[in-house]
C-alpha cells in the first residue's frame, strides 16, 4: 500500500514538474524564434541598406535563409527535449524520494496502529476466552453446585475486572494519544494533587501493610490536573504492585529555577538492566511470568505515563536496582504553553 501510494504520489509531482518544465519551455522555445527571426530581418536590412539591390552580390535566399532558419528552429527544439527528459528522469528520481520521505510519518502512523489494535485485541482475547471456556464447562456439569457455580461467579468477576481495568487503560492510553486531544490546562498545586492520588491508592497500599512517606513541598505549576494526577496514580500502582507487604514508599517534590520535580522510591523489586529501555514501551513487562498473575496488568502503565509527561513537556526518568528497588521522577515546567 505504501509503495503505491508513493508512486502515486511520485507521478503527481512529476506531473507538476512536467507542466512547469514544458510550459517554460514552450516560452523559451517561442522567445527564442522570435529571436531567430528577429535576427535574419535585421541582417537583410542591413544588407540592403550597404548593397543596392541590383548590385548585391549575395543572394536575398542566402540573407534570410529558411532552412538556416528551420535547422536552428529544430536544433533548440532538440535540446529543449533533450534539457526535458533530463529535468524528467532526474525529478522522477527525486520525486521518488521525496514522496518516501513525505508519506514515512504516516507509514509509521500506520503500522503503530496497527500494532496497537493487534496487541489489544490480542490481550482482549485471552480473558474472554477464558471467561468463555469457563462458563461452557461448567454449563456441561451436571453435578455442578451452588458452591461451585458462586466460586465460578467469583472468578468470572475477577475475569471481568481485568477486561474493564484493560478497556479503561485503552481508553485512557489513546485519549492521551491524540495530538490535539482535550487537556485543561490550569495552575495547579502539586501538593494537592500527590495528596489526592495518594488518598486513591492508599486502599491497595494498606492492604499490603506499605507506609507511604512524604517529603513534600507546594509548588504551583501548570498543567492539567485530572492528567498529572493520573500520572501519579500510576507511579504510586506501580510501586505498591511490585513492592512486597511492609515496605515504605517516598514520595518527594523538588523545585529548581523554572522546572519542578516529584518522584516515587520504593523497595520493591526494581527492574533489570536489561528491561529499563524498553518498561515504557506499550504493553510490555518487565517479566513475562510475573505478568500471568491477575494482578500484574497489562504493561500500559508507564507508556500512558510517558505519554502524560510529554504533552507537558517534561520528562520521565527511572533508577533502579534490581531486588533494591527502583525510583522514577518527572521533571516538569512549571510553565508551558
Ligand atoms: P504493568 O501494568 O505491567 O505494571 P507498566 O507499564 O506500568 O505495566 O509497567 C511496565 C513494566 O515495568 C512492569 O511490567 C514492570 O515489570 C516494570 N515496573 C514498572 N514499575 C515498576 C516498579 N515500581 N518496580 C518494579 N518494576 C516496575
Redesign the pocket.
Known amino acids: 500500500m505504501f509503495e503505491k501510494a508513493r508512486l502515486k504520489l511520485t507521478v503527481w509531482y512529476l506531473l507538476i514538474i512536467m507542466l512547469i518544465s514544458f510550459t517554460f519551455s514552450a516560452v523559451i522555445f517561442n522567445v527564442q524564434m522570435i529571436e531567430v527571426k528577429r535576427f535574419a530581418r535585421a541582417q537583410r536590412t542591413r544588407f540592403e541598406r550597404q548593397y543596392r539591390p541590383d548590385t548585391l552580390f549575395v543572394s536575398q535566399s542566402f540573407l534570410t535563409d529558411p532552412d538556416l532558419v528551420a535547422e536552428t528552429q529544430k536544433h533548440l527544439l532538440s535540446n529543449i527535449l533533450i534539457i526535458n527528459s533530463i529535468i524528467i528522469i532526474f525529478s522522477g528520481g527525486f520525486g521518488y524520494f521525496l514522496a518516501g520521505k513525505t508519506l514515512r510519518p504516516i507509514k509509521e502512523m500506520i503500522e503503530d496502529q496497527d500494532r496497537f489494535i493487534s496487541d489489544s485485541s490480542h490481550e482482549l482475547k485471552t480473558p474472554i476466552t477464558s471467561l468463555k471456556s469457563a462458563m461452557e464447562v461448567a454449563l456441561m456439569d451436571k453435578k455442578l453446585t451452588l458452591v461451585d457455580a458462586k466460586k465460578l461467579i467469583k472468578d468470572n468477576i475477577a475475569d471481568v475486572d481485568r477486561l474493564q481495568y484493560l478497556s479503561e487503560s485503552l481508553i485512557n492510553l489513546s485519549k492521551n494519544k491524540e495530538q490535539n486531544g482535550s487537556s485543561i490546562i490550569e495552575n495547579i498545586s502539586i501538593l494537592n494533587v500527590m495528596e489526592s492520588a495518594v488518598r486513591k491508592i492508599l486502599p491497595q497500599a494498606n492492604s499490603k501493610k506499605i507506609i507511604i512517606k512524604k517529603n513534600l513541598i507546594n509548588i504551583n505549576f501548570h498543567g492539567d490536573k485530572e492528567k498529572i494526577e493520573s500520572l501519579i496514580t500510576?507511579l504510586l500502582e506501580?510501586?505498591i504492585?511490585?513492592s512486597s507487604s511492609n515496605k515504605t514508599i517516598l514520595i518527594k517534590t523538588a523545585k529548581t529555577n523554572k522546572t519542578l520535580s516529584f518522584s516515587v522510591t520504593?523497595h520493591?523489586?526494581?527492574?533489570r538492566q536489561k528491561?529499563l529501555p524498553f518498561?515504557f514501551d506499550r504493553f510490555?513487562?518487565?517479566?513475562p511470568s510475573?505478568?500471568k498473575s491477575k494482578a500484574?496488568?497489562?504493561?500500559?502503565?508507564?507508556?500512558i505515563a510517558k505519554m502524560i509527561v510529554e504533552k507537558h513537556h517534561g520528562e520521565i526518568k527511572v533508577k533502579?536496582r534490581f531486588g533494591h528497588g527502583?525510583t522514577?521522577t518527572v521533571t516538569l515546567p512549571q510553565h508551558f504553553s
Open positions: 500510576i506501580n510501586a504492585k511490585y520504593d520493591g523489586q526494581g527492574i528491561d518498561i510490555y513487562r518487565a517479566d510475573r505478568s500484574s496488568g497489562f504493561g500500559l502503565g508507564l507508556s533502579s527502583s522514577f
